[in-house]
């Protein structure tokens, strides 16, 4: 069965950390693409960061660079969203999804995790 599960979500205080995990059964990560995605309430859905297949080509939205780092490890079947220096305009829920292509556009995407909370509030 084919699944994408996000944890590492959580409540975080303006400044902090999380890093956010997007792990893979039923399939090869590696294969494919991976973006992240985030949702707040009442706003569309945005695309935050995304790596390539060999993990050479990475790309992140203007909002998020400099403290979102997005890495892949192989052996795990996993991708990380590192997140630094955490703001209350990321509180959103966070998505994880694959695709041929990374890219930061949801329509690239085939297929979804469930989601992972963050908020940041003091």
């Known amino acids: 069965q084919l699944q994408l599960v996000e944890s590492g979500g959580g409540l975080v205080q303006p400044g902090g950390s999380l890093r956010l995990s997007c792990t893979a059964s039923?399939?090869?990560?590696?294969?494919?693409?991976i973006g992240w995605f985030r949702q707040a309430p009442g706003k569309e859905r945005e695309g935050v960061s995304c790596i390539s297949r060999s993990g050479g080509i990475t790309n992140y939205a203007d909002s998020v660079k400099g403290r979102f780092t997005i890495s892949r490890d192989s052996a795990k079947n996993t991708v990380y969203l590192q997140m630094d220096s955490l703001k209350p305009e990321d509180t959103a829920v966070y998505y994880c999804?694959?695709?041929?292509?990374?890219?930061?556009?949801?329509?690239?995407?085939?297929?979804w995790g469930q989601g992972t909370q963050v908020t940041v509030s003091s």
């Open positions: 039923g399939f090869t990560l590696d294969y494919y693409g």
């Open positions: 999804a694959r695709g041929f292509l990374a890219t930061l556009k949801a329509r690239n995407y085939d297929y």
